[in-house]
């Protein structure tokens, strides 16, 4: 009877495993893009003649 379940059991415990990696990389990559977006929001080119 438990030999039956723990093949679920490892299933349920992989999928809450793995939605969390994908939840990580995901706050990760939006981070990557917030700062890249800042990244390009900072840059200026300087003027040839100062004010």
């Known amino acids: 009877m ?3 379940s723990v093949p ?3 299933a349920t ?3 809450m495993l793995f939605s969390r990696i994908d939840e990580s990389l995901n ?3 939006i981070a990557i893009e917030i700062t890249a977006a800042g990244i ?5 080119r300087p003027t040839l003649r100062p004010r």
């Not at 390009?40 to 200026?44: E, I, S, T, Y």
């Open 8 to 10: 679920a059991a490892e």
């Open 27 to 29: 706050a990760l990559r």
């Open 13 to 15: 415990v992989w999928t």
């Open 40 to 44: 390009d929001d900072a840059k200026v």
């Open 2 to 4: 438990i030999a039956e």
